[in-house]
């Protein structure tokens, strides 16, 4: 059992014919049943071709439609990525996992606004993300697959670096999980912190979660809230940034202080007062895992 992806998933790649969309969808396609997974590819000017013998579609509703893809990921460049996402979106796809990097705030505001608005069942994870992956089934995004390993450890991160940190180290320490979700450093972002906890929550093969975050916004806040409210599982979390200077971003363009508001050390705090315990040092975030176990 996993959340969001399973060995069943049906995967289109927005941007196949660039060179970053080869190159990952290749590698996810090497990874576990990533044959039987990758099944289409997007690129107006190029249907009716293949990449490496999955086909090229001019949309995503026609490869929905001759493939039964029922996730994209999106590799498409700034510029045209959130007309991706939303071309995705009124596919009806189940879920979009956009790592693209870089997308104007506006355009994702927009997107956002409009899922919103006409109440769009399609789950959005990115962009700015790492991925998902469920160890040793499938794998979709820029992961490095062989850290990975299947077990009941949920992983949750607006950090694709330090999502695989985490990973590494709980692997390291025998245990596997169930399924790793980078949400995106991103200010205008899908998924939430929260959105995913109450998802690893109703899952029956998560036991406990890893929950890391960073600098700015509100995002762990109302994440603990909810945590101490509703969770029946242990939780474990880190925040980056706890030495960052107000006001200056730090990697993400979501990573930044304003208004005094989004410091680590507010995070860490609100977190300690709700339940989950907390590292600051991350070389230590497995090793806090296995303590709540």
């Known amino acids: 059992m996993s959340i969001l992806i399973n060995r069943n998933s049906r995967v289109v790649t927005q941007g196949i014919t660039g060179k970053t969309g080869q190159f990952h969808t290749r590698t996810s396609r090497e990874y576990a049943n990533g044959r039987n997974c990758f099944v289409a590819g997007v690129n107006p000017k190029k249907a ?9 579609f001019a949309t995503v509703k026609d490869a929905k439609a001759k493939t039964g893809a029922n996730v994209s990921v999106i590799y498409v460049p700034p510029p045209g990525a959130a007309a991706a996402i939303w071309e995705a979106v009124e596919a009806d ?11 104007p705030v506006r355009d994702m505001i927009e997107v956002r606004e409009r899922m919103k608005k006409q109440d769009r069942r399609t789950l959005l994870v990115g962009p700015n993300c790492p991925g998902v992956i469920t160890p040793e089934e499938i794998k979709i995004g820029i992961m490095p697959g062989h850290i990975h390993r299947q077990g009941r450890i949920g992983v949750v991160s607006r950090s694709g670096t330090l999502t695989y940190e985490a990973v590494a180290q709980l692997t390291d320490l ?3 999980q169930s399924t790793a979700v980078g949400t995106g450093g991103d200010p205008v972002n899908g998924l939430k912190h929260v959105d995913v906890l109450r998802l690893f929550n109703d899952d029956p093969d998560t036991d406990a979660v890893v929950m890391i975050g960073e600098i700015g ?21 880190f925040i980056a940034g706890v030495t960052a200077p107000p006001g200056k ?5 979501g990573a930044i202080i304003s208004g005094g508001k989004g410091t680590a050390q507010e995070k860490l705090a609100v977190m300690e007062a709700c339940g989950i315990k907390v590292t600051r040092n991350p070389a230590e975030m497995g090793k806090l895992l296995k303590t709540v176990l």
Not at 217 to 237: F, Q
Not at 249 to 253: D, I, V
């Open 174 to 176: 025998g245990l596997g």
């Open 48 to 56: 009716g071709e293949d990449f490496e013998g999955i086909p090229i």
């Open 249 to 253: 971003r730090m990697g993400h363009a």
């Open 93 to 103: 796809l189940d879920l979009v996992i956009c790592i693209t990097e870089g997308i």
């Open 217 to 237: 916004g509100s995002d762990e806040e109302s994440a603990a809230y909810w945590v101490r409210d509703n969770m029946k599982k242990p939780v474990v979390g």
